[in-house]
């Protein structure tokens, strides 16, 4: 006999809400309002799930933050 579970793998990262399939969290992602725009971002940084546009856009927040290096230094 098959059992159905509540177990919710699949966590939505803007909102924290779970589902049980990868399917459920991707119809969520194109349709709630908030996150409307959120598949459009594809390039997701490992280290804080923060999502951008464009590959640039990824490696400017990779130096900034996580790195911390700045592209100009002041010889001051």
């Given at each position: 006999?098959?059992?159905?579970?509540?177990?919710?793998?699949?966590y939505?990262?803007?909102?924290d809400r779970g589902?049980?399939?990868?399917?459920?969290?991707?119809?969520h992602?194109?349709?709630?309002?908030?996150?409307?725009?959120y598949?459009?971002l594809r390039y997701?940084?490992?280290?804080?799930?923060?999502?951008?546009?464009?590959p640039?856009?990824?490696?400017r927040?990779?130096?900034?933050?996580?790195?911390n290096?700045r592209?100009?230094?002041?010889d001051?």
């Open positions: 006999m098959t059992k159905h579970s509540d177990t919710k793998a699949f939505c990262v803007e909102c589902f049980k399939s990868n399917y459920a969290l991707k119809h992602l194109k349709t709630a309002a908030p996150h409307a725009n598949l459009e997701q940084c490992e280290n804080c799930e923060k999502r951008f546009g464009v640039r856009e990824l490696e927040h990779m130096n900034k933050v996580h790195l290096r592209p100009y230094q002041c001051k």
